[in-house]
């Protein structure tokens, strides 16, 4: 498995969601489930039988799919056999079932949902750890409906948190480990942060104030007349809490429905009948420039695999991981037609939609047929400045975060996870926005500022000098 490491301190999106599938020992010591012992069990070819009575869940009216996998599911270093099964034609329906028949004796079953247009397909597994153990996958569905299923949690020793010897009062998290199973940590890891900061530094949170600056945005919102201005929920990561997010999600659907399209909590989007909305992440472009082909290439072999993969969903592209213009380049007349549209997250966004409205019109496009999604550090006014500025000449979304789900009057924190290192090399991200600079690699960040002919900024856009020139 290809290994990625993070730090925490200057984002990335899981668009798979992966589980890693185990089993649950009983009080006595033995595993749970309906499969005879391993011993009973004989394969041949392409099937799996048992020389024993079947369990229930593998009746005849499952036929086994493929060659049993060998794994050891349950972390004891003894060889376990999986197989899937799926209903068979005698039977037409019904879930098919993952069966774990353990090396030590007993085993497990869990159903997954058969899709009659692409069923269900047992990937594989592998070891998340030496000593631990191995990881299954399942492959369900097709195109951007591809789910990978199991019995799913977050692993905790793939992530570290130390103390920093220089800043006696702030921390280093660090996570570290195969990628499918890291990718899925960034937004639950920040938002346990920022909770539990403001947990501990406001005793007594003034939920009327965020009521009352939520009200004003809504109004705000609400002076533009039809349904184009669109607004969605971006505000996991840095929220305050995962009660006020579910607060200001329920209002903003009651109280500004007619701009209000969806949140990137799937959760909540679950629970409330919302639409999940998200985009191309940071992490699966810098990923690229490790496991893609040359440097050079890896921003274009990364739209030609999302566009392989997601079959035409998901198509908006992300612009900012080496800067606009490298992405321009990049992007030409072939993905300008293939993808739905462009995100912007740094820069001057203003700026950034006049170029990617003049790109699009150099390549015989029309702008008014493609989104722009603006969301770097929105907030309603500015939103409403962009969408009358863009309107009538390209479709605009807005995606905003902290200023929804962190606005009850005091100071949100600035954070984020970027992926540092990926297949034992260094990434990096080169933004428009100096202010979000990280602490990557110095000498790989000039090697890729030199392949992407990104230019070094002068010293004068670096925040601290901007302060300071500021100050005298």
């Not at 939920?207 to 939520?214: M, N």
């Not at 600035?414 to 080169?430: D, E, F, H, L």
Request: with cysteine; proline share 7%.
């Amino acid at each position: 498995m290809r290994r990625a490491g993070g730090r925490w301190g200057a984002t990335a999106l899981g668009l798979c969601a992966v589980f890693a599938v185990g089993c649950r020992s009983s009080d006595d010591g033995t595993l749970r489930g309906d499969l005879p012992d391993a011993a009973s069990t004989s394969t041949s070819g392409a099937t799996s039988t048992t020389s024993t009575t079947e369990p229930p869940a593998c009746k005849e009216v499952f036929e086994p799919t493929g060659e049993p996998v060998v794994a050891d599911v349950d972390g004891d270093g003894k060889d376990d056999r999986v197989h899937l099964a799926v209903p068979g034609p005698r039977d037409g329906a019904g879930d098919a079932q993952l069966v774990v028949a353990l090396g030590a004796g007993g085993g497990a079953t869990t159903s997954i949902p058969v899709d009659p247009v692409a069923p269900p397909v047992l990937v594989g597994a592998a070891p998340l750890e030496a000593d631990g153990p191995d990881g299954l996958w399942v492959r369900v569905g097709a195109g951007a409906s591809t789910t990978i299923l199991g019995l799913f949690h977050l692993d905790p020793r793939f992530v570290k948190v130390s103390k920093r010897p220089d800043s006696p009062r702030e921390i280093d998290i660090t996570i570290k480990g195969p990628w499918l199973h890291t990718i899925l940590f960034e937004v639950p890891v920040l938002a346990i942060v920022s909770e539990i900061y403001y947990r501990h530094n406001v005793a007594e949170p003034d939920y009327e104030e965020g009521r009352r600056r939520l009200a004003a945005k809504i109004a705000q919102a609400n002076t533009i007349q039809g349904t184009d201005f669109r607004i969605a929920d971006y505000g996991t990561r840095r929220r305050f809490s995962r009660g006020w997010q579910d607060e200001v999600i329920r209002t903003l659907k009651r109280d500004m429905a007619p701009h209000f399209v969806g949140t990137s909590n799937v959760r909540f989007a679950m629970e409330q009948g919302l639409t999940p909305l998200g985009t191309m992440a940071h992490e699966y472009l810098q990923a690229c420039q490790a496991v893609g082909p040359r440097l050079r290439d890896s921003q274009s072999f990364a739209f030609n695999m999302w566009a392989r993969e997601y079959r035409g969903d998901l198509g908006i592209a992300l612009s900012d991981v080496v800067g606009l213009d490298a992405f321009l380049r990049d992007f030409d007349l072939f993905f300008c037609k293939l993808f739905d549209g462009v995100r912007h997250d740094s820069g001057d966004p203003f700026e950034w939609g006049e170029k990617l409205i003049a790109h699009y019109r150099a390549m015989r496009i029309d702008p008014k047929s493609k989104v722009m999604v603006f969301s770097d550090q929105l907030n309603v006014p500015l939103a409403i400045r962009l969408f009358e500025r863009f309107r009538q000449r390209s479709q605009v979304a807005f995606g905003i975060g902290t200023n929804l789900t962190n606005d009850l009057g005091h100071p949100a924190l600035s954070i984020v996870i970027k992926m540092t290192r990926c297949n034992g090399q260094p990434v990096a991200k080169i933004s428009d926005e100096p202010s979000k600079s990280m602490d990557y690699d110095p000498s790989y960040v000039a090697y890729l500022r030199e392949v992407f002919q990104v230019p070094v900024p002068p010293p004068e856009s670096h925040p601290a000098a901007r302060a300071a020139h500021a100050k005298a």
